[in-house]
T-cell receptor
Framework: NAGVMQNPRHLVRRRGQEARLRCSPM?????VYWYRQLPEEGLKFMVY????????ESGMPKERFSAEFPKEGPSILRIQQVVRGDSAAYFC???????????FGEGSRLTVL | DAKTTQPPSMDCAEGRAANLPCNHS???????VYWYRQIHSQGPQYIIH???NNETNEMASLIITEDRKSSTLILPHATLRDTAVYYC??????????????FGGGTRLMVKP
């Protein structure tokens, strides 16, 4: 059973470009969570999605960031017009319904030049 | 979710037991104690969780005090690969908000040869 798959593992963008990070949850998992970890800081919750629904986006910046989890395909975290402060590791996690165990991917590391 | 307090760092000799404490004095009756760890640059990894009874699995043991105000994660024979940041998290298991976890600063465990 493959784990949570994130790609790309590393992404370099110039200021003003767009970044798209993808996350495929574990088989059978319908809940996806995105976290951000700035350099030398802790993990911060961003958004929680179920298929075709955003359940909790309280941790998402109000502008430039969006997330989706379509009926088919991976979850996407999209960052428009990236700035240097967006440089971070972005982790995706998935879980089955109503258990406390989150399974994390290896993360996508975004560097903004 | 109840707040937790952990020492920022600890050292442990290889082969010895590592005992990582966590205070959660405001924990409520339906909140579970979870432990995750993050090895450098990797995604967080679930270790163990419990409500009030002590728990053991292939990775670790969790000892929860009778009043549930604190707990200890025990790695019985620490290896160099156990060097990581360990997070103690307290939350309700089943609620409609999903399984979102709030990560604090954690304890940076350094296992030394």
């Amino acid at each position: 059973n493959a784990g949570v798959m994130q790609n790309p593992r590393h992404l370099v963008r110039r200021r003003g470009q767009e970044a798209r990070l993808r996350c495929s949850p574990m088989k059978g998992h319908s809940h996806v969570y995105w976290y951000r970890q700035l350099p030398e800081e802790g993990l911060k919750f961003m958004v929680y999605l179920q298929k075709e629904n955003i359940i909790d986006e309280s941790g998402m910046p109000k502008e430039r960031f969006s997330a989706e989890f379509p009926k088919e395909g991976p979850s996407i975290l999209r960052i428009q017009q990236v700035v240097r402060g967006d440089s971070a590791a972005y982790f995706c996690a998935s879980s089955p319904v109503y258990t406390g165990e989150l399974f994390f991917g290896e993360g996508s590391r975004l560097t903004v030049l | 979710d109840a707040k937790t307090t952990q020492p920022p760092s600890m050292d442990c000799a290889e082969g010895r037991a590592a005992n990582l404490p966590c205070n959660h004095s405001t924990i409520s009756g339906n909140e579970y104690v979870y432990w995750y760890r993050q090895i450098h640059s990797q995604g967080p990894q679930y270790i163990i969780h419990g409500l009030k009874n002590n728990e053991t699995n292939e990775m670790a043991s969790l000892i929860i005090t009778e009043d549930r105000k604190s707990s200890t994660l025990i790695l019985p024979h620490a290896t160099l690969r156990d060097t990581a940041v360990y997070y103690c998290i307290v939350r309700v298991l089943n609620n409609n908000a999903g399984n979102m976890l709030t990560f604090g600063g954690g304890t940076r465990l350094m296992v030394k040869p």
